[in-house]
């Protein structure tokens, strides 16, 4: 019985794990869930799951859960200090964490640092600080299973491979809601057009970064760390129909690839299960369904945003933490309908040109860094909504 605390349990993947839990009840325990302004939904959660531990982030909804929670055996904490320490619970054996963007970075650190295994499905943890969290890891003997699916694809690739050196992986991309578009056919994209992802069902930040490819482009990043890459070794091909999740190429030119429908709860289950496969009713793959798997080239002309995340992380250093922040502040402004589809790269492209860059940056330096971003990638999006 392995003993979960979900972070970010009302987004996508964590209504979704609560799912894979729930279907295997001789296998997970439930131990804490967190959402930062969901209460509703965290109520709900809670009442059906009944957890030991509830944490909501935004403590402007403290009352509310814990008066609707008052009559259950059940902690009801709020705010990010307490976000903070359920973490390092002595009853928590692994930590999901499914918080969206850089809020998910410090409450992995202190899961990593109380010694939980952690499934990582906040890709930003490691696009911001890979080499803190990767060094942290390794000094406290904590494995990281990758839930996002094409990660969880080059983990499943690898196993019984750790001994062979890898050559490449190759990660696949949908392409997202506007592939094969030109940039004169973008320039008046409306933010419904670009919810409305053709493979996958996500939270809104994700679907925007997947239209945008910057999803891709940061999973490139999260990729160097998870399985120790050279920049060189890490490659995107487009594949509409998102079946082969991704691939691993081996130093005798063998690929091998990890082929499913598209489904979050099937890397979910893996990561929580490790190294066990569990026996589920998600519906079967048939190659009689899928007779043409198709592939191309990223338009990197176009989706700008692929190709300034292989800069950033070709520059390293706190690089791509500028690039995560002013793409947080980015999408945010689009989802606001205040910048166009197409700014979201000039934020981002401008904002790694001015913010200081550190070669060699501290956790302090991070977090600075994540500050001044927001703060001048806010004053670029006021400017360009007003143009």
């Not at 940061?218 to 890459?229: C, M």
């Not at 005798?252 to 709860?265: C, E, H, V």
Request: charge should be negative; charged fraction near 20%.
């Amino acid at each position: 019985m392995k003993r979960i605390a979900i972070l970010g349990s009302t987004g996508s993947i964590g209504t979704q794990a609560l799912e894979v839990i729930g279907a295997n009840p001789d296998s997970f325990e439930l131990e804490v869930i967190t959402a930062n302004n969901n209460a509703d939904l965290l109520i709900a959660q809670a009442l059906a799951f009944k957890p030991n531990v509830v944490v909501i982030a935004n403590e402007a909804h403290y009352e509310q859960v814990r008066d609707a929670l008052q009559h259950e055996d059940i902690k009801v904490y709020a705010g990010a200090t307490a976000l903070n320490s359920v973490v390092e619970m002595g009853t928590v054996d692994m930590v999901l964490t499914a918080m969206v963007g850089y809020a998910g970075l410090q409450p992995t650190i202190r899961a990593i640092k109380a010694g939980k295994e952690i499934a990582l499905a906040n890709k930003e943890t490691l696009v911001v600080a890979g080499q803190l969290i990767t060094d942290l890891a390794r000094q406290q003997g904590v494995n990281i299973y990758p839930v996002d699916s094409e990660h969880s694809a080059i983990f499943q690739c690898l196993a019984g491979e750790f001994q062979n050196p890898i050559e490449k992986i190759i990660l696949t991309a949908s392409g997202g809601p506007f592939r094969g578009r030109k940039a004169d056919e973008l320039r008046q994209v409306t933010r419904a057009q670009a919810l409305k992802h053709p493979n996958w069902e996500m939270g809104a930040k994700i679907t925007i970064d997947s239209a945008s490819l910057m999803n891709k482009g940061l999973e490139v990043i999260e990729a160097k760390w998870l399985f120790g890459l050279k920049n060189e070794q890490i490659e995107v091909v487009v594949h509409p129909q998102s079946i082969i999740h991704s691939l691993v190429q081996f130093e005798d030119g063998s690929i091998k690839a990890q082929l499913g429908l598209p489904d979050m709860k099937l890397p979910i289950q893996y990561a929580l299960g490790y190294p066990n496969r569990l026996k589920n009713d998600f519906p079967r793959f048939s190659f009689m369904d899928y007779p043409q798997l198709t592939f191309e080239q990223p338009d990197l002309e176009t989706f700008r945003n692929l190709q300034l995340a292989f800069d950033a992380m070709e520059r390293g250093g706190n690089m791509p933490c500028i690039l995560n922040a002013a793409n947080e502040i980015a999408v945010e402004a689009f989802l606001r309908e205040e910048v166009g589809f197409l700014k979201m790269s000039d934020i981002i492209e401008s904002s790694m040109a001015k913010v200081a860059y550190i070669a060699n940056p501290s956790y302090e330096d991070y977090v600075t860094t994540d500050r001044e971003t927001r703060v001048y990638a806010t004053e670029v999006a006021s400017k360009l909504s007003l143009s």
